[in-house]
């Protein structure tokens, strides 16, 4: 596992269809849900017929988690329930792959079964499949544990299935009652030619099925920020590498399978010309973070804010580190995270006006699914799970939108 965050960006997306958007339409330091008979005589008597139900499947009690879990990816389905996937360093492989779920917040946490699989860091070389790396659940039942390869359960980990979509899954998300993945003909992190596809399924369980297939491009296995979803709308990009002729799509309604179209690129009004992330926080907005070339450890952002068809640059984060991910609220409140010489996580309570700054001396380990459960709450990981590291991966939540973050003990 190198140290290093992963640089590469989403390409530029270059999609002229204009379509609004779905207008429905620091601060302290941290520290480490139950799917008859009628008798005859000489005198008749009906009989209700009685009905029997199926019990719904009830959630695993789950048992201790080992004192070596290491954090590796994070997802949270109310301000309470979440879950995390990672390794077990005390296992005798010494990274064994391993779930954890907190019903209060993250106050306590309890180990799930997890798939026949191996955990697999983005940073470092791919593991003989099945792999995984990442995790989102949509409810307490139904999740997904992924990247590249994919297994699901609907019974909230006790039994996990594996999926084969016929490609390596590199980002899927849920929301409405749908889950969404998108797949990339790669099999390994090497590039690859070939059509990265949306794939969909309901949540519930059920097969997956092509709502969109890109063009010929250069792709890998490896996972990427390129989908976020908030039902009834989606967005997706299926630009792959250094592919600056394809990008964004969108569509107001998850149920409608052909209803994606292309979708203008939110970094063509930005004097930086890259997209490196984007996070739709409701239904009538799509936030971006366009980045730009970087020098000595720092590169020049600008939060891009699409609503009603317009793109407007609302802020400009400090410089500071290569851009990462962005989160957003409804409200306003932004968070980016940014990793080179050092790990950054930059804030603005005002819609991009200000910004404050954290900044971890860690030599640039970065973060990972940085996301708002609420307007006040918020998740992410801090470093990469498993040998070699000098920094311990980390869980942090904030509970005041962004001001502060914690540490919060899993294992």
Known sequence: MKLVPDRRRLPRV??????????????????????????????????????????????????????????????FVSATTGFVIGVDSTCAAGSCVALARTSDAGST???????????????????????????????????????????????????????????????????????????????????????????????????????????????TSEGVLALSLHAPVGFVNLSGVGSPQYGLWATRSLANSSGWSPFPDPCAGSAEDSLAAFVAPDVTSLYSLCGGEGAAGSAMKEVVKTQSGHSTVVGQPPPGGDPESL??????????????????????????????????????IGFKDLGFTSSRQGVVVHGQP?????????????????????AVPIG
């Open 109 to 219: 946490w309890v180990s799930l079964p997890t798939p026949p699989a191996a955990y697999v860091n983005r940073f470092g070389t791919s593991a003989t499949a099945p792999a995984v790396s990442e995790v989102r659940f949509a409810d307490a039942l139904d999740g997904w544990i992924y990247g590249p390869s994919l297994f699901a359960t609907h019974d909230g980990g006790a039994i996990w299935q594996q999926l084969d979509l016929g490609g390596s899954v590199v980002a899927l998300e849920t929301s409405g009652g749908f889950v969404d993945a998108v797949v990339s003909p790669c099999s390994t992190q090497e590039t690859c030619s070939g059509s990265l596809r949306l794939e969909q399924a309901p949540a519930t369980g059920g097969s997956f099925t092509t709502v969109l297939t890109g063009p010929t491009v250069q792709s």
């Open 14 to 75: 270059t999609a002229v269809l204009v379509l609004a958007v779905c207008a429905a339409s620091c601060s302290s330091s941290p520290t480490k849900a139950p799917r008859r008979t009628t008798t005859t005589s000489t005198t008749t008597t009906s009989v209700a017929p009685s009905t029997t139900t199926a019990p719904s499947p009830t959630v695993p009690a789950g048992s201790p988690v080992s004192s070596g879990f290491e954090p590796g990816s994070v997802t």
């Open 327 to 364: 989160a957003a609220t409804s409200s306003g409140t932004l968070v980016v995270s940014a990793a080179s010489g050092a790990s950054e996580l930059y804030r603005s309570a005002d819609g991009g006006t200000t910004w404050s700054t954290l900044t971890f001396d860690d030599g640039g």
């Open 386 to 406: 498993g040998p070699p590291g000098e920094y311990a991966s980390q869980l942090l939540m904030t509970y005041d939108g962004g001001a502060t973050w914690q």
